[in-house]
Nanobody, 122 residues
């Protein structure tokens, strides 16, 4: 079992920055792939970024490339999503996920946090 708790969301003006955190705990956590997804009202949940603990190359959705950065602190069992140059269309609930398989698809993840809300004002 893996437990995930997100934090760091809030209200920010367009062009601003936020850093989301995802604290993970549970058995064999370090063997899981980790990802960030988001869901805006009335829309489906979509992939944002992912990485594997053993990989040095993260993967990003095209709409966040160059603006968002996924990173980790292994000592704290925490992953982060640094979001810069935020746009109103980035407003959504952001979810952290962990999965044995990993990837860009929701079904590739086994565990999910409750999410943290990001609001971007224009």
């Amino acid at each position: 079992q893996v437990q995930l708790v997100e934090s760091g969301g809030g209200l920010v003006q367009a062009g601003g920055s936020l850093r989301l955190s995802c604290a993970a705990s549970g058995r064999a956590f370090s063997t899981y792939h980790m990802g960030w997804f988001r869901q805006a009202p009335g829309k489906e949940r979509e992939f944002v970024a992912t990485f594997t603990w053993g990989s040095r190359v993260p993967d990003y959705a095209d709409f966040v490339k160059g603006r968002f950065t996924i990173s980790r602190d292994s000592a704290k069992n925490t992953i982060y999503l640094q979001m810069n140059s935020l746009k109103p269309e980035d407003a959504a609930r952001y979810y952290c996920a962990a999965g044995i398989v990993g990837g860009r698809m929701i079904r590739q993840y086994d565990y999910w946090g409750q999410g943290t809300q990001v609001t971007v004002s224009s």
